[in-house]
Nanobody
């Protein structure tokens, strides 16, 4: 079973930056896509960013100009570079992954979530004003 381990969360002031990391292991096939979701207390979990193995990305609108997702395919590690952080970004951030290609998969958060093979434990990001 795929295992995902996140790191890099912490507390920062508004306008600051953080880099989250997520290392995957135990792939049955091979990594197809990895990404990040986040969930604030009392709110639904929402997609943040996705990166497909060949490099295509998708971002939630509110983070599109501030966050950058990247990957190291050799180690199946995905990163989320977060710049210009805002208090609204405060949440638990969860790494997620799809193991192996799906013929019905689309580059949307809904499709990604429906195809997920693993979740990480989460890393907390707190942004103060």
């Amino acid at each position: 079973k795929v295992q995902l381990v996140e790191s890099g969360g912490g507390s920062v002031q508004a306008g600051g930056s953080l880099r989250l990391s997520c290392a995957g292991s135990g792939w049955t096939y091979s990594v197809y896509a990895m990404g990040w979701f986040r969930q604030a207390p009392g709110k639904e979990r929402e997609g943040v960013a996705i990166i497909v193995v060949y490099g295509t990305t998708e971002y939630e609108d509110s983070v599109k100009c501030r966050f950058t997702i990247s990957q190291d395919i050799s180690t199946t590690t995905v990163y989320l570079h977060m710049n210009s952080l805002e208090p609204e970004d405060t949440a638990m951030y969860y790494c997620a992954a799809v193991d192996g290609i799906s013929m019905t998969w689309e580059l949307t958060f809904e499709s990604f979530r429906n195809s997920l093979d693993a979740w990480g434990q989460g890393t907390l990001v707190t942004v103060s004003s």
